[in-house]
């Protein structure tokens, strides 16, 4: 038997005023995003914003359905409509930003298990990390300068 560790790494930032001007606003596109989310189901909103190295900005957030399973996380309708729209263009950063409408979210959310292995596939194809920030309605922000910090050990086309 063989031991494996596999370290990741994140930043912990207190305020959006300790981020990068350009981060911050990303932060505020995606807060924008949030409050147009249709969320009826869980009143629980996200919103995405990712910057591509075009320089275009897509943002997207959560859609639910009456029939739950059929909704989308805000992160996933981001990053399909610039996959769609730009599939040459490189993601640089996403930033993510989620909180109940029913009482104040002041954790940093982390992207859902789903959306972390969409977001895999992206980093993937176009062979370099993309820079991910993301918080509650308030509070800290945490930065994962890679996918993988948030899922290390993926499920890639190599196995396939
Ligand atoms: N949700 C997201 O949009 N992103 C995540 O990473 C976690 C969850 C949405 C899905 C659903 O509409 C609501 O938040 C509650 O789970």
């Given at each position: ?157 190599e196995i396939l």
């Amino acid at each position: 038997m063989e031991k494996i560790q596999i370290e990741t790494e994140f930043e912990v930032y207190k305020e959006l005023a300790e981020l990068p001007e350009t981060v911050s606003k990303l932060m505020a596109q995606a807060t924008k995003a949030r409050l147009r989310a249709y969320a009826p189901y869980s009143n629980f909103l996200v919103g995405a914003a990712i910057l591509l190295d075009n320089g275009e900005i897509i943002t997207g957030n959560n859609q639910e359905n009456a029939s739950y399973p059929s909704g989308l996380c805000a992160e996933r309708t981001a990053i399909y409509y610039a996959g769609s729209q730009y599939p040459k263009a490189k993601i640089l950063q996403m930033a993510l930003i989620a909180g109940s409408t029913k009482s104040k979210t002041t954790t940093p959310v982390p992207p859902c298990g789903a959306c972390r292995q969409a977001i895999a596939e992206y980093e993937i194809k176009q062979d370099a990390p993309i820079d991910i920030y993301f918080m509650g309605e308030t509070g800290t922000i945490m930065r994962s300068k890679s996918l993988r910090n948030l899922l290390p050990f993926i499920f890639e086309k190599e196995i396939l």
